[in-house]
């Protein structure tokens, strides 16, 4: 079972919302990813956690906080977000974070901010 | 230069058609390869990890020439469903995959 879960599925929020993206895997993964999405590119990495501590933060802004509060789950709190911050964000989980580790992913959330 | 590169296409094919990919990546210190498919609005799938040996599985073959420093994709019997972005990815330090800009495969009646 190589299944990734997300939740919600679509989300919308204003600027001044405070709201959470969650994801779950049971596959035993020990590492996990954010990515962020826009129309016709491809995946952008946004944070790593290995062993639920995070191990790479590729520069995103504060807005966004990634939480991972045990091995099975990992959350992306938003807060005052932008416009140009709606897009497919997608969680990814692998065995470890070693470079052969193949990445599998959830459907992702798609967020609009107004 | 990016650092993977594919050809955006469109690709459209007729079905039955055979069709071939290439990436190419520019540090020479990458260690692992991936194809993954993304049908619209939707995730993307590992189709396929690329090993030196070059690998099949049933319509699909992925070749790795680390010298030239490309992965290709085979796609033979094209069917109607292998329409989507195929999406390649290198891993060169761990945790962090690069991704191509994909590309964009349209199979036609």
């Known amino acids: 079972d190589t299944e990734v879960t997300q939740t919600p599925k679509h989300l919308v929020m204003g600027m001044t919302n405070k709201k959470s993206l969650k994801c779950e895997q049971h596959m035993g993964h020990r590492a996990m990813y954010w990515y962020k999405q826009k129309a016709k590119k491809p995946p952008e990495l946004m944070f790593v956690y290995s062993y639920e501590k995070l191990s790479i933060n590729e520069s995103v802004p504060s807005r966004f906080s990634p939480e991972c509060p045990n091995s099975s789950l990992l959350n992306l709190h938003l807060h005052a977000l932008q416009p140009e911050d709606s897009a497919l964000y997608l969680c990814?989980?692998?065995?470890?974070?070693?470079?052969?580790?193949?990445?599998?992913f959830g459907p992702g959330t798609r967020l609009t901010v107004l | 230069r990016k650092e993977v590169e594919q050809d955006p296409g469109p690709f459209n094919v007729p079905e039955g058609a055979t069709v071939a990919f290439n990436c190419t990546y520019s540090n020479s210190a990458s260690q692992s390869f991936f194809w993954y498919r993304q049908d619209c609005r939707k995730e993307p799938k590992l189709l396929m990890s690329v090993y030196s040996s070059g690998n099949e599985d049933g319509r699909f073959t992925a070749q790795l020439n680390r010298a030239s420093q490309y992965i290709s994709l085979l796609i033979r019997d094209s069917k109607l469903s292998d329409s989507a972005t195929y999406l390649c990815?290198?891993?060169?330090?761990?945790?962090?995959?690069?991704f191509g800009d994909g590309t964009t495969l349209t199979v036609k009646p």
């Open positions: 990815v290198v891993n060169t330090n761990a945790g962090k995959s690069t």
């Open positions: 990814a989980s692998s065995q470890g974070a070693g470079v052969r580790d193949t990445q599998y």
